[in-house]
């Protein structure tokens, strides 16, 4: 647990991340408002969620402003993200984080619960290559209960359609310059500025010594992710959701 400061605008930190996503997702809203959608239409309005490689706890945000009777638990190795997180939902007993890392086989040891109705992540496994991420599965599959759901949002291009993923890779980096030009923040220039802030500072410079400065995961394809997931004990598994480039995965229990 990351000891939080009394003073930081946590809010604001939690503001700007998601204005940083939201740069290079403008969709991400409405991938969030689906993946909450089917977790009411298959679980209900009070689950028990893992909130897995949660970042700052957006899921989680999102998740107990529509359900306020559900409880979260956030799992991540990220302490600048984390201790964002855990600033911004201080004083909230629905929510618990926990520091563990996902290629470690026994990191589930360190979950509070053996079983959950619904494990989300969003935007994060694309660190992992494709040996660990079908390990991770594996342990997913474990987790969560009989009729319960897994759902990944994140980049899954097709790769079999080289000119519309160009004309959508062009579009993308035009729109995403005009912004910049307008004052928006991207992903260097956000750390850069939690680099220089006295709170978050110690953990950024820890975040870079484990991750380094950009992921060297792989990106499989939508149905590399259903397969691996029946593989893993999920019933059914498919998109529910699309863009151009991400998708959101789902394995039904």
Same mark, same amino acid.
């Given at each position: 647990?990351? #000891?939080?400061?009394?003073? *930081?605008? !946590? ?7 998601? @204005? ?5 997702? +403008? ?28 970042? *700052? ?25 984390? &201790? ?9 007993? @629905? ?13 589930? #040891? ?51 359609? +080289? ?6 890779? &062009? ?17 260097? &220039?956000? !750390? ?10 110690? +953990?950024?410079?820890?975040?870079? #010594?484990?991750?380094?400065?950009? &992921? ?24 529910? !959701? ?12």
């Amino acid at each position: 647990m990351t #000891e939080t400061v009394v003073g *930081t605008d !946590w809010q604001g930190w939690q503001d700007s991340w998601d @204005r940083q996503q939201e740069w290079y997702m +403008p969709d991400r809203e409405e991938r969030f408002r689906v993946m909450l959608d089917m977790v009411e239409a298959l679980v209900g309005t009070e689950p028990r969620v893992l909130d897995l490689a949660c970042g *700052t706890g957006s899921i989680s945000d999102r998740l107990l402003k529509r359900f306020p009777k559900a409880v979260s638990v956030g799992v991540d190795l990220d302490p600048a993200l984390l &201790a964002i997180a855990e600033g911004y939902f201080a004083g909230d007993d @629905r929510v618990t984080f926990v520091r563990a890392d996902l290629k470690d086989p026994r990191w589930t #040891e360190a979950l509070p619960h053996d079983s959950y109705d619904a494990v989300l992540t969003a935007t994060a496994l694309h660190w992992m290559h494709t040996g660990p991420l079908r390990g991770l599965y594996g342990q997913l599959g474990g987790l969560v209960r009989e009729g319960g759901v897994f759902m990944n949002a994140d980049h899954m291009p097709d790769g079999d359609t +080289p000119r519309i993923d160009a004309a959508e890779r &062009a579009f993308r980096h035009a729109r995403q310059e005009r912004a910049k030009e307008a004052g928006a923040l991207d992903w260097r &220039a956000w !750390w850069d500025r939690a680099a220089a802030d006295p709170v978050l500072a110690a +953990p950024t410079a820890e975040r870079f #010594e484990i991750y380094g400065e950009h &992921a060297d995961g792989d990106t499989p394809s939508v149905a590399w992710h259903c397969e691996v997931l029946r593989e893993s004990g999920f019933g059914e598994a498919r998109a529910v !959701w699309r863009s151009p480039m991400d998708a959101l995965v789902l394995g039904l229990k």
